[in-house]
T-cell receptor, first 115, second 113 residues
Framework: AQSVTQLGSHVSVSEGALVLLRCNYSSSVPPYLFWYVQYPNQGLQLLLK??????LVKGINGFEAEFKKSETSFHLTKPSAHMSDAAEYFCAVSLITGANSKLTFGKGITLSVRP | DADVTQTPRNRITKTGKRIMLECSQT?????MYWYRQDPGLGLRLIYY???????NKGEISDGYSVSRQAQAKFSLSLESAIPNQTALYFCATSDRLTSGEQYFGPGTRLTVT
């Protein structure tokens, strides 16, 4: 079975600082990995995805994530935080099988951005 | 117009009442899902459907039922609502031909008093 661990529930950074949100996964087969963002009072929006092509994946709003198989990690980064990045972020994993497209989500991390 | 819509957006109901949450999509996807979100617990899968004739239980299906009326419509029912079903409910869709990414509706905030 696959699982996702997002350590900590809250990260606070200053505007302009590096954003690093950690995600580690467990999967018995090569996974697909996703990051979603949830702004207040909205649904989840796909930020980026890893599907076994390039290990460094670029997403929307300046975010990127790097797949590291040896560390079973898929951490999300952004070089310079903006106030509008304040939201909740979810990492998710899916097995690479045609018949199964269920996602398993982490518990989420709330990002706060200080002026 | 939104690709995945949910009605109602907010609902307050009393313990013991039956309630239905509805989801419609215009993305043409064959797969649909219902999740609930609780603070600190992330998203948990209630039910999912890979096509109109395929319904599957997720990890927390007790107390819930679903109906897939058409490819574009997937409704979630609480037969007899209880206070611990107070949560934010999301519908999502995906296409079997993609890598599994799901597209979410705006959510329904349900309060059971």
């Amino acid at each position: 079975a696959q699982s996702v661990t997002q350590l900590g529930s809250h990260v606070s950074v200053s505007e302009g600082a590096l954003v690093l949100l950690r995600c580690n996964y467990s999967s018995s087969v090569p996974p697909y990995l996703f990051w979603y963002v949830q702004y207040p009072n909205q649904g989840l929006q796909l930020l980026l995805k890893y599907t076994s092509a390039a290990t460094l994946v670029k997403g929307i709003n300046g975010f990127e994530a790097e797949f590291k198989k040896s560390e079973t990690s898929f951490h999300l980064t952004k070089p310079s935080a903006h106030m509008s990045d304040a939201a909740e972020y979810f990492c998710a994993v899916s097995l690479i099988t045609g018949a199964n497209s269920k996602l398993t989500f982490g518990k989420g991390i709330t990002l706060s951005v200080r002026p | 117009d939104a690709d995945v819509t949910q009605t109602p957006r907010n609902r307050i109901t009393k313990t013991g009442k039956r309630i239905m949450l509805e989801c419609s999509q215009t993305k043409g996807h064959d797969r649909m899902y219902w999740y609930r979100q609780d603070p600190g617990l992330g998203l948990r899968l209630i039910y999912y459907s890979f096509d109109v004739k395929d319904i599957n239980k997720g990890e927390i299906s007790d107390g819930y039922s679903v109906s897939r009326q058409a490819q574009a419509k997937f409704s979630l029912s609480l037969e007899s609502a209880i206070p611990n079903q107070t949560a934010l409910y999301f519908c999502a869709t995906s296409d079997r031909l993609t890598s599994g990414e799901q597209y979410f509706g705006p959510g329904t905030r349900l309060t059971v008093t």
